[in-house]
């Protein structure tokens, strides 16, 4: 036993600092021959009560020098690394986790990619807009719903600054600065004073196109759609439009995309009729064509508007427009592959 404390006293004082005090180490405590490992050959001369005791303590030991041992090891590895300036480049790094695009950006980009394939280019412009482009360019009555508070966010204490509820602000900024033909494709993000639900939120995106020339007409629309949904929903996808009312168009559409769930089956995606809206669509009313400073007399164009929420909804399939705004990692990190730069 006094070996045993004799032994103990001597691994605690052992300072090591350099590579051959680290050998001297290993060979006092760690070898066959070493006085530490010697002790368990002592054993049989151990009273046969005291034995366990004896036992679990020179492993304790042991167990002590090894550790002491490989920490030191690292230790002086380290230093002679750091000394001679050695990197190893063959070590395995540790993964950086990097950062990946969010799914509405990677939407917004396949939209804005499908129609600069043919020959539309990309235009933005800001948030917060002034009446005239977001209403009174667009052909809005003085009256529409639409130009409430209800429906609409202004900026306080100045009632003709407003945050835009639609992209089509960017048809008006496009037919003053520039005169026909024009072919533009306007992502951005808007804001509707709405409540927030799993199918409805306060902002969302858009991706708006104008077509503007002479002697547009209502196929080569269809026809630019029908494009569209095939490259993003797939070949077999069929279109449909239903007529409905915009105060910049005329005539006006919605468009139906066959359910990309179903097949045009029927399921609760499509609430059992086999087609889900996707835009808004329509000629562009010769009223707003004059108010931007051009002749409706000599040119024509077709207008269209899609929520991107919405179609990336559909696309990947997800049923609470909240988690595109939550940014929660975990739902993010599940685009990655699709969005990786
Ligand atoms: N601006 C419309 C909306 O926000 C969409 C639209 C754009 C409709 C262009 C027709 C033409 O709902």
Redesign the pocket.
């Known amino acids: 036993m006094s070996n045993i404390d004799k032994i103990k006293a001597e691994l605690e004082q052992f300072g090591i600092d350099s590579l051959e005090n680290l050998e001297q180490f290993r060979l006092k405590f760690l070898t066959k021959k070493s006085e530490l490992q010697e002790l368990l050959s002592e054993i049989k001369n151990v009273a046969p009560e005291e034995r366990k005791n004896f036992g679990q303590q020179v492993n304790e030991l042991k167990q002590k020098a090894q550790q002491m041992y490989e920490e030191f090891k690292t230790k002086m590895e380290f230093q002679a690394v750091k000394a001679n300036n050695i990197i190893d480049a063959t070590r395995p790094s540790t993964a950086i986790s990097t950062g990946s695009m969010h799914p509405i950006s990677i939407m917004m980009n396949e939209v804005c990619e499908i129609f600069e394939k043919i020959g539309f280019s990309t235009v933005s412009g800001p948030d917060v807009e002034d009446d005239w482009h977001v209403f009174t360019a667009l052909n809005f009555p003085e009256e529409h719903p639409a130009r409430d508070m209800q429906d609409t966010f202004f900026v306080e204490l100045h009632p003709d600054i407003l945050l835009r ?4 602000s960017l ?1 008006v900024r496009t037919m003053e600065k520039q005169q026909p033909p024009i072919r533009v494709i306007c992502p951005g993000r ?1 804001f509707r004073n709405e409540a927030i639900t799993s199918r409805a939120h306060c902002i969302f995106h ?1 991706v ?1 196109g104008l077509y503007i020339a002479e002697n547009v007409s209502f196929a080569e629309m269809k026809q630019t759609l029908l494009y569209f949904a095939r490259q993003m929903f797939g070949e077999e996808t069929k279109i449909r439009l239903r007529p409905s009312y ?1 105060p ?2 005329e005539p ?1 559409a919605e468009m139906d995309i066959s359910c990309n769930i179903c097949g045009g089956k029927g399921c609760a995606l499509c609430k059992h009729t086999g087609w889900v809206e996707i ?4 000629m562009v009313d010769p009223n707003v064509l004059e108010n931007c400073g051009i002749d409706s007399t000599k040119y024509s164009g077709f ?3 899609l929520g991107i929420e919405r179609m990336t909804m559909l696309k990947y399939r997800t049923n609470d427009i909240r988690l595109y705004f939550e940014n929660d990692v975990r739902f993010l990190q599940q685009f990655k592959a699709a969005g990786d730069l």
């Open positions: 509820t639609h992209t089509s048809q808007v858009q708006e915009f910049f168009t006006s835009l808004g669509c329509g207008a269209f508007g």
